[in-house]
T-cell receptor, first 115, second 118 residues
Framework: DTAVSQTPKYLVTQMGNDKSIKCEQN?????MYWYKQDSKKFLKIMFS???????INETVPNRFSPKSPDKAHLNLHINSLELGDSAVYFC??????????????FGPGTRLTVT | AQSVTQLGSHVSVSEGALVLLRCNYS??????LFWYVQYPNQGLQLLLK??????LVKGINGFEAEFKKSETSFHLTKPSAHMSDAAEYFC????????????????FGKGTHLIIQP
């Protein structure tokens, strides 16, 4: 059983297009995230959702919009794709730890290539 | 604000030699610290984590890390490297919701690429 799954694994598209990446977790976690990993492997959080509410929204362009139809899903919609959006996008969900911390479980990633 | 510094973007060791990957953090509140491993074209897998209590934590695949508050460090070690350890390693810090509010995820270091020489 895959804990956190993403589709598609690879996505190649042209500039200006609109695309979506889907994420599902079967762990029963309340909080889900999207991270972006750039070409230098640097990982940075983009969004987190807790019980269908956006908690944080890092300084990402508003062309990116997370949508959560239910607690188990957090999809990422990207409008008007640009070359700089090419990256690997990781979905994650988190398990609460003591002290208010969270342990995160990551999906396999979606490699987005914009041409 | 939190930050994580991983010294050495690339570390090369011989098979069977000691692996030492360095991580220093800054946090205004007691941190929880994590090491993740990423194999080529794969997602991130948790190696180990420090929360509270024992400062020497053991993880999967023979890795361990020691939390040293006085040095703000959380270095990752393995006594004997194996070819299968070749991967990208990330140190990360989380902030307690109690301390800061909001599920603000993990702050990652820039990663260390571990190369194992035969």
């Amino acid at each position: 059983d895959t804990a956190v799954s993403q589709t598609p694994k690879y996505l190649v598209t042209q500039m200006g297009n609109d695309k979506s990446i889907k994420c599902e977790q079967n762990l029963g976690h309340d909080t889900m995230y999207w991270y972006k990993q750039d070409s230098k492997k640097f990982l940075k959080i983009m969004f987190s959702y807790n019980n269908k509410e956006l908690i944080i929204n890092e300084t990402v362009p508003n062309r990116f919009s997370p949508k959560s139809p239910d607690k188990a899903h957090l999809n990422l919609h990207i409008n008007s794709l640009e070359l700089g959006d090419s990256a690997v996008y990781f979905c994650a969900s988190s398990l609460p730890l003591a002290g208010g911390h969270y342990e995160q479980y990551f999906g396999p990633g979606t490699r987005l290539t914009v041409t | 604000a939190q930050s994580v510094t991983q010294l050495g973007s690339h570390v090369s060791v011989s098979e069977g030699a000691l692996v030492l990957l360095r991580c220093n953090y800054s946090s205004s509140v007691p941190p929880y610290l994590f090491w993740y491993v990423q194999y080529p074209n794969q997602g991130l897998q948790l190696l180990l984590k420090y929360t509270t209590g024992a400062t020497l934590v053991k993880g999967i695949n023979g890795f361990e890390a020691e939390f040293k508050k006085s040095e703000t460090s959380f270095h990752l070690t393995k006594p004997s490297a194996h070819m299968s350890d070749a991967a990208e390693y990330f140190c990360a810090v989380s902030k307690s919701l109690i301390a800061g509010g909001g599920a603000d995820g993990l702050t990652f270091g820039k990663g260390t690429h571990l190369i194992i020489q035969p």
